[in-house]
């Protein structure tokens, strides 16, 4: 198995429910990673701005109801799980992906009752949400 993504590096919520967006790793109350993801997941947080990464634990077939998104599950330090849904018909596919892999994200939080989704995972064509990302085998997917 490859080594875990190291911290989960995400942005605060106080920055988010301010409307803004946190720039560093750690939130007003000195929270990082998994901390953070952890809260949001009992706060049933959503539209959170969040980058981190971990372990792909499951790939799953692509959703293919209106936008086609390529879906895995991720497993973090913590143990909490996400299902990262990428979309397909605005940025390409992760290639070669493998349970036990590596992935890094960039994206939107949405609370789930298994741990969450992220999802804007690639630049938005119209320009309202910040640009995310998919990092996997030394290349970036957006």
């Known amino acids: ?25 750690q939130d007003a109350e000195g929270d990082t990673g998994d901390a953070i993801l952890a809260r949001a997941f009992e706060d049933r947080a959503h539209d959170l701005q969040v980058e981190g990464g971990g372990t792909v634990v499951r790939a799953l077939a692509d959703d293919t109801e209106g936008g086609r998104h390529q879906r895995f599950v991720v497993r973090l330090d913590s143990g909490q799980t996400l299902l990262v849904a990428h979309n397909i018909d605005l940025a390409p ?21 298994e741990g969450g989704t992220v999802h804007w995972t690639h630049r938005d064509p119209d320009g309202n949400h910040a640009p995310g990302w998919l990092r996997h085998g030394g290349r970036t997917y957006q």
């Open 93 to 113: 596919r992760v290639e070669d992906l493998r349970e036990g892999d590596a992935v890094a994200f960039r994206g939107v939080y949405e609370w789930n009752a």
């Open 1 to 25: 198995m490859k080594p875990v993504v190291a911290a989960i590096v995400l942005l605060g919520l106080a920055g988010v429910a301010a409307g803004g967006c946190a720039s560093s790793s």
